[in-house]
Nanobody, 127 residues
Framework: QVQLVESGGGSVQAGGSLTLSCTGSENTAQNYCMAWFRQAPGKEREGVAGVNRDGETIYWLGSVKGRFTITRDNAKNTLSLQMNSLEPGDTAMYYC????????????????????WGQGTQVTVSS
């Protein structure tokens, strides 16, 4: 059973930065696609970015391109999301997710494509 634990959320002012981290149970990073999703109140959960086992990345949200960077460390079973130039629209609960197939492909930006989820970490950006 894959377990994912997020950390690093918090409250910042617009223009600030945060780094989210996700630690997986053994071999998670080596064997699974890992991704970040977010969900704002009253909205559906949306895919932010994903990274394959080989490090290939994809950013599903155009609004975060150039501001967010997803990385993984297979040796440490960790996934990170560096978020710069944060905007109030980035306010959401952020979730780490994993699936045993590639992150890149049809439907991989959708929450239903993922088998495993962390508990989430809150990011609040004030103007």
């Amino acid at each position: 059973q894959v377990q994912l634990v997020e950390s690093g959320g918090g409250s910042v002012q617009a223009g600030g930065s945060l780094t989210l981290s996700c630690t997986g149970s053994e071999n998670t990073a080596q064997n699974y696609c890992m991704a970040w999703f977010r969900q704002a109140p009253g909205k559906e959960r949306e895919g932010v970015a994903g990274v394959n086992r080989d490090g290939e990345t994809i950013y599903w949200l155009g609004s975060v391109k150039g501001r967010f960077t997803i990385t993984r460390d297979n040796a440490k079973n960790t996934l990170s999301l560096q978020m710069n130039s944060l905007e109030p629209g980035d306010t959401a609960m952020y979730y780490c997710a994993a699936r045993p197939y590639a992150c890149i492909g049809g439907g991989t930006h959708q929450a239903r494509a993922y088998n495993y989820w962390g508990q989430g970490t809150q990011v609040t950006v004030s103007s």
